[in-house]
């Protein structure tokens, strides 16, 4: 089993940064792990996604250049730094966790989800 705890989530003006933490407890934290988005009346969608040792990343079109996930296994943490904010980015943040080693970027493929943490971007 694993747990995961996200935070970091809050209200930001358009342009703002912010950046979301995902704690890890329970098994062996070097996994693949990820983040997902989901906003009011739509699907869950991908955001970035980092494979077991952090040298691998991948992000969806609409956040790439903007936000960086990154890890320390040591603390056994997921962070999404999220710069250049826009209101389309408003959504509760998922970070999930996945028994495998490389980059996962179907939710599926996710074994362990944490609760979330809105995000609010104001225009």
């Known amino acids: 089993q694993v747990q995961l705890v996200e935070s970091g989530g809050g209200l930001v003006q358009a342009g703002g940064s912010l950046r979301l933490s995902c704690a890890a407890s329970?098994?062996?934290?070097?996994?693949?792990m990820g983040w997902f988005r989901q906003a009011p009346g739509k699907e869950r969608e991908f955001v970035a996604a980092?494979?077991?040792?952090?040298?691998?990343?991948y992000y969806a079109e609409s956040v790439k250049g903007r936000f960086t996930i990154s890890r320390d296994n040591a603390k056994r943490t997921l962070y999404l730094q999220m710069n250049g904010l826009k209101p389309e980015d408003t959504a509760v943040y998922y970070c999930?966790?996945?028994?495998?080693?490389?980059?996962?970027?179907?939710?599926?493929?996710?074994?362990?989800w944490g609760q979330g943490t809105q995000v609010t971007v104001s225009s």
């Open positions: 999930a966790f996945a028994n495998q080693l490389g980059t996962v970027v179907a939710g599926n493929e996710y074994d362990y």
């Open positions: 980092i494979n077991w040792s952090g040298g691998s990343t």
């Open positions: 329970g098994r062996t934290f070097s996994y693949a």
